[in-house]
């Protein structure tokens, strides 16, 4: 199976910062790489496919880079909604495995 | 609008199986996999098991063989997942989602099943 890694697991910062996300695969994924935003209680939001791919409606401040073993998420001025919980998914094949996720919280 | 709508919260004695229903609406049912995940708590989401309603295929987890049967209802457009001889490490969230290209685009809401004697 392949492994997925997410660091850091905690990130404090204010509205406004720049944050990045990275998420490393144990072994090459392409670009077979989802970013989901998850809060609280609720089901996971997906964000970013194809490692780079903003799905629709998602706000033009996500972005996403990678390929291989390397990926990144970055946030551009985060706003009130974006605290939350960030998760990597690799569907380069199966079983489709998750990071173990991002915590995003308020400093 | 694109909904997967999920059966409602189970207590499960150890030993008992469960059964979780997804009812999906607003795209064509046998058109995209339907694949189940679960999310015990403070972890991440863990893939199960998926099923093409429109081929007859599926594919499940290697963890879960043996327990987990998964199935459709096409006139219905709702998908099943039982897992069965629960212990209290299967307490967890489980989610059904539409899978496109291996990434999923639309989530259930849920169902928190907990096992407890």
């Known amino acids: 199976d392949i492994q997925m890694t997410q660091s850091p697991s905690t990130l404090s910062a204010s509205v406004g910062d720049r944050v990045t996300i990275t998420c490393r695969a144990s072994?090459?994924?392409?670009?077979?790489l989802a970013w989901y935003q998850q809060k609280p209680g609720k089901a996971p939001k997906l964000l970013i496919s194809q490692a780079s791919a903003l799905q629709s409606g998602v706000p033009s401040t996500f972005s996403g880079s990678g390929s291989g073993t390397e990926f990144t998420l970055t946030i551009n001025s985060l706003q009130p909604d974006d605290f939350a919980t960030y998760y990597c998914?690799?569907?380069?094949?199966?079983?489709?495995?998750f990071g173990p996720g991002t915590t995003v919280d308020i400093k | 609008q694109v909904q997967l709508v999920q059966s409602g919260a189970e207590v499960k004695k150890p030993g008992a199986s469960v059964k979780v229903s997804c009812k999906t609406s607003g795209y064509s049912f046998v058109d995209f996999p339907t694949q189940w995940l679960r999310q015990a708590p403070g972890q991440r989401p863990e893939w199960m098991a998926w099923i093409n309603a429109g081929t007859g295929g599926q594919q499940d987890s290697k963890k879960f063989r043996g327990r987990l049967t998964i199935t459709t209802d096409t006139s219905a457009a709702t998908a099943y997942m039982e897992l069965s001889r629960l212990t209290s490490e299967d307490t967890a969230v489980y989610y059904c989602?539409?899978?496109?290209?291996?990434?999923?685009?639309?989530w259930g809401q849920g169902t928190l099943v907990t096992v407890s004697s």
């Open positions: 989602a539409r899978e496109v290209g291996g990434r999923y685009d639309f």
């Open positions: 998914q690799q569907y380069n094949s199966y079983p489709f495995t």
């Open positions: 072994q090459t994924i392409s670009i077979f």
